[in-house]
């Protein structure tokens, strides 16, 4: 049970206090395990004092998110956000968001291969051939369109022994197979969406596809040079560990974003890469793309470069208990991390809430351009 005691929050097991921490020092309260009891002071108080209180599932879309009111400027942050899907400004969001993302991979990708030149080959030059054709792919982002020229244009980017557009706008293998709640599965392309994507969006998720497979690929052949079983990205359901543990963080890390997207006035659940569907919080979803890589891929990599063990529990798709503190712990430390922005250093965490503020302020036309995120420290 979660309760309140004076200025502290208590965890309790059998009535007996296993762990305590004093209001003051808390900046949320994530609960990430089943049948937890929580009392309504502790609700109460989380409130009052703008602690978010976040409620884990075994999947993102499983979240629920107790936190502060909106902010003064909300109506007119949604009103703007509902016209940038028909305006255009919703558009080029989405491109900067996809090129931000593959141009993160590839600094990943970059950075695992670093030390990999001499001592591992054969990796190094998978790594390298994965960063070339990512590249390829974030170079055209901003440029492509929906013509039919443009659908050639992108085929013709995939290159030999790779899938083309036709193929990638509808095959499963970037972060946008995620589906309706970040990791269900490989609808996200438009099959059983209530709201069919645009032409440009569909082109858009070709991209993102295509460079995922690629980045996905490489960061397998790396798994498997630390032991680690790997065949593919796999989503809800999945019986490997580290495709749970991935699919864990990410629900993580969706649970900070939508957080972020609530205090900055935007309403999570109109997206604009991610097509509507009730339900679905399709901006929180898209806001999560400039994160993946920094926030997720890297700490759990690195656990894996370690060779620590990720363990399901046996005969059920769900990481054990160890696994999943595992995982939450290296997610949540890594939000904590600096990194540079602006022209200084932050946490994580803190530009993760500054990129939805920045959205907010674009959105309302306060703003005549939005500069996404990009992880450049590796």
Not at 140 to 160: C, M, N
Not at 231 to 256: C, K, M, P
Not at 312 to 328: C, H, K, Q, S
Request: net charge positive; with cysteine; proline share 5%.
């Amino acid at each position: 049970m979660l309760g309140k005691h004076s200025e502290r929050l208590q965890v309790r097991i059998d009535r007996q206090v296993v762990r305590e921490a004093p209001l003051f020092r808390l900046r949320q309260v994530v609960i990430a395990s089943r049948g937890v009891q929580v009392s309504s002071d502790v609700i109460q108080v989380c409130a009052r004092r703008g602690i978010p209180l976040h409620v884990l599932g075994r999947w993102p879309g499983d979240m629920a998110t107790v936190s502060v009111p909106i902010g003064n400027q909300t109506v007119a942050t949604r009103r703007a956000q509902f016209r940038a899907a028909d305006n255009g400004l919703g558009d080029t969001w989405v491109r900067r968001v996809v090129e931000a993302k593959l141009r993160t991979q590839v600094a990943l990708l970059r950075y695992l291969g670093k030390n990999r030149r001499d001592a591992d080959p054969a990796t190094y030059g998978v790594l390298m051939a994965a960063v070339s054709d990512i590249e390829r792919y974030a170079d055209a982002v901003p440029v492509v369109g929906s013509t039919p020229e443009d659908v050639a244009l992108v085929a013709r980017l995939g290159g030999p022994g790779t899938t083309g557009f036709a193929e990638a706008a509808t095959v499963p293998g970037g972060d946008l197979a995620d589906g309706d709640d970040a990791e269900a599965g490989p609808d996200v392309q438009g099959a059983g969406d209530d709201v069919p994507p645009t032409p440009l969006m569909a082109v858009l998720r070709g991209l993102e596809g295509a460079g995922g497979r690629a980045y996905w690929a490489a960061v397998g052949t790396v798994l498997r040079s630390h032991g680690v079983p790997w065949t593919g990205r796999e989503y809800r359901g999945t019986g490997n560990a580290f495709n749970a543990a991935l699919n864990y963080g990410y629900g993580i890390l969706a649970s900070q974003v939508q957080t972020a997207v609530h205090l900055a006035g935007l309403d999570p659940g109109a997206g604009f890469l991610h097509a509507d569907r009730a339900g679905r919080s399709s901006l929180v979803l898209d806001a999560i793309e400039e994160f993946r890589q920094a926030v997720v891929d890297r700490p759990l990599i690195g656990l894996a470069s370690r060779r620590v063990a990720f363990r399901m529990i046996p005969g059920v798709a769900r990481l054990d208990d160890p696994t999943r503190r595992l995982v939450a712990e290296a997610v949540l430390e890594r939000l904590d991390g600096l990194e540079p922005y602006g022209g200084g250093r932050y946490a994580l965490r803190t530009i993760v809430g500054m990129q939805a503020s920045r959205l907010a302020t674009y959105l309302r036309g306060d703003a005549v351009a939005y500069e996404a995120w990009v992880g450049r420290w590796w």
